[in-house]
T-cell receptor
Framework: AAGVIQSPRHLIKEKRETATLKCYPI?????VYWYQQGPGQDPQFLIS???????DKGSIPDRFSAQQFSDYHSELNMSSLELGDSALYFC????????????FGPGTRLTVL | SQQGEEDPQALSIQEGENATMNCSYK?????LQWYRQNSGRGLVHLIL?????REKHSGRLRVTLDTSKKSSSLLITASRAADTASYFC?????????????FGKGTKLSVIP
């Protein structure tokens, strides 16, 4: 079965650089979520999209932005990277916004040096 | 995490033994979910229990929910080395248009062969 695809899987950046993470949801899933998981931490909700519109916002810094495109893939753009942005970034999708179970991608490990 | 603690934070058992993990939460919920995460990997949905349910089974998993105490437990019976992972409880928080997950701190389970 198709799963959520994230790219890249690993990314190394310098402080103050920018990064773009991509997420391809499971086909026919119209809701996408982004989570950040710091080392030894639980995942924290960043932002979600439903039908290409921003749905909810969590603890997402102003330096981050995201969007969902017409093909339902989503991108998380991160600027002015800080050391504290080093984390695993997960994308999850669900068939509709009222379905509670979320299907997670393998994550992108971002390291900021 | 806004949802509270999981207990214990780490658990080490022998293969064949049962493992019990507990989770507490703070807000009213309409369901609680358990996810599993292998080291540095994505989260996998295990089981969902609704607020009007007290117990649910899925294979070797048994989940209980006590809404009066705002707590849940996950029991893995006859554990296997392959069960070694971190386990998180999560509640679906209804936002403007989606159901972002709020995770507990997680229990790191090690099953020794």
């Amino acid at each position: 079965a198709a799963g959520v695809i994230q790219s890249p899987r690993h990314l190394i950046k310098e402080k103050r650089e920018t990064a773009t993470l991509k997420c391809y949801p499971i086909p026919r899933h119209d809701t996408v979520y982004w989570y950040q998981q710091g080392p030894g931490q639980d995942p924290q909700f960043l932002i979600s999209f439903y039908e290409k519109m921003q749905s909810d916002k969590g603890s997402i810094p102003d330096r981050f932005s995201a969007q969902q495109f017409s093909d339902y893939h989503s991108e998380l753009n991160m600027s002015s990277l800080e050391l504290g942005d080093s984390a695993l970034y997960f994308c999850a999708s669900s068939p509709t916004r009222v379905i509670y179970e979320q299907f997670f991608g393998p994550g992108t490990r971002l390291t900021v040096l | 995490s806004q949802q509270g603690e999981e207990d214990p934070q780490a658990l080490s058992i022998q293969e064949g033994e049962n493992a019990t993990m507990n989770c507490s939460y703070k807000t009213s919920i309409n369901n609680l979910q358990w996810y599993r995460q292998n080291s540095g990997r994505g989260l996998v949905h295990l089981i969902l229990i609704r607020s009007n349910e007290r117990e649910k089974h899925s294979g070797r998993l048994r989940v209980t929910l006590d809404t009066s105490k705002k707590s849940s437990s996950l029991l893995i019976t006859a554990s296997r080395a392959a069960d070694t992972a971190s386990y998180f409880c999560a509640t679906a928080v209804s936002g403007a248009g989606s159901y972002q997950l709020t995770f507990g701190k997680g229990t790191k389970l090690s099953v020794i062969p």
